[in-house]
């Protein structure tokens, strides 16, 4: 009697499929009546396409992917800054920086072995939208080496700081200073604004040096 068993062997190997049947006579060896089926090789598919996209610059034929609205630029130049509100803009000055700045009371004064530096900023309200924030929180001011500093609560006598926060409807604009305490020997070199508490994605920078 015969006794015939196929039996299915799928392989999967580079994405081509080998379909092999044995069958056994009872009889010799099983390779005798092996049958083997090798379908094309050809590719399933198009290859993905390769990625061009720089993370630096963006997709391919575009410009560069930055954050900041403009910069750096001098000081008494002005850069447009978005905020995260819609539609909100704001025209950022900096007029004037005091590299030396003298505490506006006796009692709060830097501590030993640091001074203040202060920037006199201008904010104006270019769009429709309503600013409203503390214009200090988004002040950074680094120096020729490289370090950073945030801004201080002290005032100074060369001009009026900010107050806290502001409310600047559309076309109005305020005018402050913002201070920052820094070591004796710090020389400024920049300093760095950004909306929203320093949120913003915009930031603008200016050479202070």
Do not use: C
């Not at 803009?89 to 505490?103: D, I």
């Amino acid at each position: 009697m015969l006794l015939a068993v196929g039996v299915p062997l799928l392989l999967l190997s580079g994405g081509a499929a080998v379909a092999m049947v044995l069958t056994d006579t009872g009889g010799g060896p099983v390779a005798d009546g092996a049958t083997m089926v090798m379908p094309s090789r050809e590719p399933l598919g198009d290859p993905p396409a390769q990625d061009t996209t720089d993370p630096a610059t963006g997709p391919a034929g575009q410009g560069s992917v930055g954050q900041t609205g403009r910069g750096p630029v001098a000081v008494g130049e002005a850069v447009t800054l978005a905020g995260r509100t819609p539609g909100l803009q704001m025209t950022v000055t900096v007029n004037q920086l005091v590299a030396a700045a003298t505490p506006a009371s006796d009692l709060l004064k830097p501590k030993a072995g640091a001074k203040l530096v202060a920037v006199q900023v201008t904010i104006a309200n270019t769009s429709q939208a309503v600013y409203g924030d503390a214009p200090s929180n988004g002040a950074w001011l680094i120096d020729t080496q490289g370090r950073q500093y945030r801004s201080t609560v002290y005032a100074v006598r060369e001009g009026q700081s900010f107050g806290g926060s502001a409310t600047i409807n559309a076309g109005d604009s305020r005018m402050g200073m913002i201070v920052f305490e820094v070591p004796e020997g710090a020389v400024p070199a920049k300093f760095q604004f950004a909306l929203d508490s320093g949120f913003a994605e915009q930031k603008g920078e200016w050479t202070l040096s």
